[in-house]
Every structure is written in structure tokens, then in C-alpha cells.
């Protein structure tokens, strides 16, 4: 899955249109999801992007619970 995220903001330094893929891939006794984010704004920090997208997988596997 291919999504593109428009981030709005007077800095443009936070503005921008990310590109994220989300790769499903099935592992034994599930599924493994991967996300590969390009192009994300200069001033997002790596640490609260992991922390947007490992809290993003966490409400997908517990609506799957």
C-alpha cells in the first residue's frame, strides 16, 4: 500500500508530502508490516517519526485482537 501524506505548516521546514509504503508480508503465525517513509519533512525528528509510526502499528494490532 502506497500512501501519500501532506504535512501543512507555515515552516517549511515541517511542510511537505511524504510518501510512506506499507509492505504486508505473511511470517509464520501472522503478519510482518513494513513501512518505509520517503521524503519526510527535514525538521520531523526520526525518533517521534519511529514513535508516530511503532504507535500506528500498535493500534492496527490490537483493532485486530
Keep these: 500500500m502506497v500512501e501519500a501524506i501532506s504535512f501543512e505548516s507555515n515552516d517549511p521546514d515541517f511542510a511537505g ?29 526520526l525518533e517521534d517519526h519511529r514513535e508516530g509510526m511503532e504507535s500506528s502499528l500498535k493500534n492496527l494490532a490490537n483493532l485486530l485482537k
Excluded at 511470517?27 to 519533512?41: D, H, I, Q, R, W
Design 17 to 45: 508530502t511524504m510518501t510512506l509504503t506499507m509492505t504486508l508480508r505473511p511470517v509464520t503465525g501472522g503478519t510482518k508490516v513494513s513501512f518505509l517513509a520517503e521524503n519526510v519533512p527535514p525538521c520531523i525528528k
